[in-house]
């Protein structure tokens, strides 16, 4: 079964400073699609960037992007340039031929 | 463009009740599928429908069904209800066509309680 594993419970930030995020998954697949979720206090779940395991170039989304190391298993998020508004719950999640499975989830804190 | 809408927005039950939930689909979306999240856990699938049928299930126990309408809309139906089933529950919607790209879209939640 896949697994995805988020090692940092918490993390906090000072505004306008970079952050990165951390991801492992395990699986056997050979196709799949990776993603980072953000859920405000609002608790609905935000598409943030996706990746697909295919593509060597890592995704990037204005101020997000990714480091994926397919052969690690690792798909860490960069947060440039943080803002008051990125403040959320940060999840990470895989999608291979069956469902979508989800990390533990990092609470990102922003210090103005 | 509506997203996807859930009801209602909290819950309380006790103990051995039976519980309804909703969800209508980003319109054009075909495919609904159905997440428990815990308190300070990642989501946790527990099934998907198109078509009117169950097409995949996580690992949860019979007491969780659902259904869909001929409009893509849903329901989560939870029996006997457990302390442990407090939790948010979140619908998540796609269209069938688009499923190699899977970028489901989510409801708000349905936050349940039970006592």
């Known amino acids: 079964a896949q697994t995805v594993t988020q090692s940092q419970p918490e993390m906090s930030v000072q505004e306008a400073e970079t952050v990165t995020l951390s991801c492992t998954y395990d699986?056997?697949?050979?196709?799949?699609?990776l993603f980072w979720y953000k859920q405000p206090p609002s608790r609905q779940m935000i598409l943030v960037i996706r990746?697909?395991?295919?593509?060597?170039q890592n995704a990037t989304e204005n101020r997000f992007s990714v480091n994926f190391q397919k052969a690690a298993k690792s798909f860490s998020l960069k947060i440039s340039d943080s803002q008051l508004g990125d403040a959320a719950m940060y999840f990470c999640?895989?999608?291979?031929?069956?469902?979508?499975?989800f990390g533990q989830g990092t609470r990102l804190t922003i210090n103005p | 463009d509506a997203g996807v809408t859930q009801s209602p927005t909290h819950l309380i039950k006790t103990r051995g009740q039976q519980v309804t939930l909703r969800c209508s689909p980003k319109?054009?979306?075909?495919?609904v599928s159905w997440y428990q999240q815990a308190l300070g856990q990642g989501p946790q699938f527990i099934f998907q429908?198109?078509?009117?049928?169950?097409?995949q299930r996580g690992n949860f126990p019979d007491r969780f069904s659902g259904h869909q309408f001929p409009n893509y809309s849903s329901e989560l139906n939870v029996n006997a209800l457990l302390l442990g089933d407090s939790a948010l529950y979140l619908c998540?919607?796609?269209?069938?066509?688009?499923?190699?790209?899977?970028?489901?879209?989510f409801g708000a939640g349905t936050r349940l309680s039970v006592l």
């Open positions: 999640a895989y999608q291979g031929a069956q469902k979508l499975v």
């Open positions: 699986t056997s697949e050979s196709d799949y699609y």
């Open positions: 990746q697909e395991a295919y593509k060597q």
């Open positions: 319109s054009g979306h075909d495919t």
């Open positions: 429908y198109y078509e009117e049928e169950e097409r």
């Open positions: 998540a919607s796609i269209r069938r066509f688009d499923l190699a790209k899977n970028i489901q879209y």
